[in-house]
Nanobody, 126 residues
Framework: QLQLVESGGGMVQPGGSLRLACAASGSSIEHYTMCWFRQAPGKEREGVSCIDMTGATRFDADPVKGRFTIARDNRKNIIYLHMNNLKPDDTATYYC???????????????????WGIGTLVTVSS
């Protein structure tokens, strides 16, 4: 059973940067497409960035393109989300997720994703 634990959240000023990490255990992430989702207070959960099993294909949601970068290290069983030029609208709880789905499908079909972390809170405020 794959287990996921996020870390790296916190409070940052607009324009700042953070790096989130998601450590996996119980199984190797090399068998899964990995994604970051987020959910802001009062809003629905949305896909942020996804990366395929080998790291060759990435997909970013429009609001974060050019600012966020997803990466994975299959040997260490960890994925990352590098977030730059953060904006107040990026404030949310960020969740790591794993599924055996194509990248674009996983971004859109979060209800089909079987493995989730407990989330880490990112607050962007001056």
């Amino acid at each position: 059973q794959l287990q996921l634990v996020e870390s790296g959240g916190g409070m940052v000023q607009p324009g700042g940067s953070l790096r989130l990490a998601c450590a996996a255990s119980g199984s190797s992430i090399e068998h899964y497409t990995m994604c970051w989702f987020r959910q802001a207070p009062g809003k629905e959960r949305e896909g942020v960035s996804c990366i395929d099993m080998t790291g060759a294909t990435r997909f970013d949601a429009d609001p974060v393109k050019g600012r966020f970068t997803i990466a994975r290290d299959n040997r260490k069983n960890i994925i990352y989300l590098h977030m730059n030029n953060l904006k107040p609208d990026d404030t949310a709880t960020y969740y790591c997720a794993a599924a055996q789905l194509p990248v674009t499908a996983m971004m859109k079909l979060s209800y089909a994703v079987p493995y989730w972390g407990i989330g880490t809170l990112v607050t962007v405020s001056s």
